[in-house]
């Protein structure tokens, strides 16, 4: 039988189930990788779950989101981190290295494996033919010591590539393409696997670009083969026998194709405050801009910090206008520096941040309030800059250049000729702030300071719940609206008591106070829930603040798992137009949770305006086994599974 790309990968690790469409299968990884805002509680569990050393080919520690070191907490998070991966044979990347993304693509990722990455944007991995999928901390800790990863077999949905980008598109621009035809929301259930003869015109940066936004769409991940632009970048990284030829059998069937024709795609933005929101930068020109970042692990390689940098040497910025540069790695900015890309930049008034997230997440560059900002990142959600007022648009690294030279948001395409950037012979490579475990590993003392603080440890599902609505949101919540990024917050993430209090801060701040005082209720929200980060504190927090149940329209992947992981139900509402009935403050009831099974359908008795409706458990037998055990870690305790 032919198969796709996505299909070969997942055949040759598969370890439980079959190739239906979403049935649960489990497969074998390969890689993992976690970063200093959810490898503490990776670590944590990994320790909790009895494991001595990690059983994958190859997993790693990056520290790159939160390196400010404004409190001692982050600096007792990187030691952390920094100790407790060389006790469990883990590599580990230090500040200053670079972005989890960034690297990984550079060093490590590899044609045909599997990557499991505790961040969402993982998905980068797919432009090496990897498949390559975020997940919450507690499933990569469980596959840290060699357990399958589960997930509902998605379908496989044919990205058909044809042609080549215009001068002065770029693959930002085909990604923001993709999000304007799917939405926020089109992907999820589906992987994203690109064919076509447009793809030898992509370069693998390129790809990675398109990859990493594809979780943008809510998409599992996506995967592009591995030919000959895989082959040039893997030789240009010093490790051409890296390099194996991986892609679809000729005939391979897909569920369904979208086409994506490059020659048709002119500069795009996604407009405040979702990465869907998608304009031409033609009819959005114009609007004056007090900030522009670029960077993040969407656009910040070497060819686009080299391209932003043609475009700015021997010009100046507006006075007015803050211009960041965040390089994606050491590697970038050695680059940059070497070939003088560095000085064009400075000369030209940029601001150089620290390799790493930086702006992205908030972790500093916080806009003035009400202010536009210009970024080559790929969320744009409200606050998540560090300023709820802002307005955040999300462009490529050619448009936020030529917007630079302005201080308007500015199409490209006014500075004529399209400038070329050329790629060196081979990059500079130093793995030498990539720390590789010891021998022996057992002599290693972790070094756990205030920061760091114990599990929490939860009971079992009871019988019955009864609580009240604590909130009631609608369409779309993200898990940056559940728990909010920025510097302040992320260097709570290794504990749990003090990061609860910051639960749906930006949205109502009584919340987590409430919450806690009740010690039991809901959450009710519209469709895609939990849509973005794979952050699991958006699950663990809430729970330990009490809450038991999510009703949601529906839910996004990795949220829908991390609830389950922590023992919060997620019930789907069997009839969407409840969704209107209820309100915050209601009194619900849930009876017979002894006996629950996979997708039951269940009765929420509304004790406030005593009606009831029905809602259907989103989990599969295995989370359900979770739920009932109060979660995952509850559940590996009891059944010895290690
Ligand atoms: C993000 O881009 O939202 C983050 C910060 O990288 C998150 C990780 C986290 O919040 O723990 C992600 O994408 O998963
Ligand atoms: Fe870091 Fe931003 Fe990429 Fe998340 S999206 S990994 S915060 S650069």
Request: aromatic residues 6%.
């Amino acid at each position: 039988m032919p198969l796709t790309l996505t299909e070969k990968i997942i055949s040759s690790h598969l370890v439980s189930g079959t190739l239906r469409t979403g049935e649960e299968i489990g497969i074998r990884i390969d890689q993992t990788l976690a970063h200093d805002a959810t490898g503490q509680m990776a670590l944590l569990q990994f320790e909790a779950l009895g494991k001595e050393r990690v059983e994958t080919e190859r997993s790693l520690i990056y520290t790159d989101h939160n390196i400010l070191q404004t409190t001692f907490n982050n600096a007792d998070d990187h030691a952390f981190l920094r100790t407790a991966s060389a006790r469990f044979g883990i590599h580990y990347s230090k500040a200053g290295n670079g972005i989890c993304h960034q690297v990984n693509l550079e060093r490590f990722s590899v044609p045909g494996r599997t990557l499991l990455g505790a961040d969402s944007h993982t998905t980068t991995g797919g432009a090496m033919a990897e498949l390559a999928v975020g997940a919450g901390g507690l499933d990569v800790a469980l596959a840290m010591g060699g357990s399958p990863f589960f997930f509902r077999l998605p379908e496989i949905i044919e990205i058909e590539v044809t042609g080549k980008l215009p001068p002065w598109s770029a693959a930002k621009d085909a990604a923001l393409e993709l999000l304007r035809i799917l939405t926020v929301s089109g992907g999820r259930g589906k992987i994203l696997e690109f064919t076509g003869p447009g793809l030898k015109n992509l370069s693998l940066v390129q790809r990675a670009t398109i990859s990493n936004m594809s979780i943008e769409t809510g998409a599992v991940t996506s995967v592009f083969p591995a030919d000959e632009e895989t082959r040039k970048y893997l030789k240009l990284q010093g490790r051409e026998e890296d390099y194996a030829p991986l892609a679809a059998d000729p005939e391979a069937v897909y569920a369904s194709k979208i086409r994506l024709d490059l020659d048709g795609i002119e500069p795009l933005a996604a407009l405040p405050h979702s990465p869907d929101k998608v304009r031409k930068v033609k009819e959005v020109e114009g609007a004056l801009c007090q900030q522009i970042a670029i960077g993040s692990c969407t656009n910040s390689s070497y060819e686009d910090l080299m391209t932003a940098a043609e475009i700015l040497k021997g010009k100046k910025i507006p006075g007015f206008l803050s211009l960041v540069v965040a390089p994606g790695s050491k590697q970038v900015l050695a680059e940059l520096a070497s070939r003088g890309a560095l000085g064009a930049l400075v000369a030209a008034g940029a601001r150089i941040a620290e390799v790493g997230c930086g702006f992205c997440n908030g972790v500093g560059q916080a806009p003035p309030s009400g202010g536009v900002s210009l970024r080559t990142s790929n969320r744009n959600f409200p606050g998540r800059s560090g300023t709820p007022s802002a307005k955040l648009y999300l462009v490529s690294p050619e448009t936020a250049a030529a917007s630079a030279l302005t201080g308007r948001l500015s199409d490209p395409r006014s500075l004529g000729e399209k400038i070329a950037i050329r790629l060196p012979e081979s990059y500079l490579v130093d793995d030498s702030m990539i720390l590789a475990p010891p021998e022996e590993p057992s002599r290693v003392e972790i070094i756990r300071g205030p920061a760091i603080a114990p599990l929490p440890s939860f009971p079992p599902l009871p019988e019955e719940i009864t609580g009240k609505v604590e909130m009631r949101l609608s369409d779309n919540v993200t898990t940056d609206d559940i728990l909010p990024a920025g510097a302040h917050i992320l260097a709570l993430r290794a504990n749990i008591p003090a990061i609860s209090m910051y639960i749906f801060s930006n949205l109502d701040q009584d919340y987590p106070r409430r919450q806690k005082e009740a010690g039991t209720g809901f959450v009710v929200a519209g469709a895609n829930y939990g849509q973005g980060s794979s952050r699991e504190h958006a699950a663990l927090a809430p729970r330990y603040l009490g809450l038991k149940g999510v009703i949601a329209v529906s839910f996004a992947r990795i949220h829908q798992a991390n609830l389950c992981n922590f023992g919060i139900l997620p019930l789907a509402f069997a009839n969407p137009g409840d969704l209107e009935t209820l309100e915050k403050g209601h009194l619900l009831r849930l009876k017979d949770l002894a006996s629950l099974s996979a997708g039951a359908i269940l009765t929420v008795e509304n004790l406030t305006l005593h009606s009831a409706f029905q809602v259907k458990l989103d989990a599969t037998s295995r989370q359900t086994e979770m739920l009932k055990a109060g979660g995952l870690l509850n559940l590996a305790a009891r059944t010895g599974k290690k």
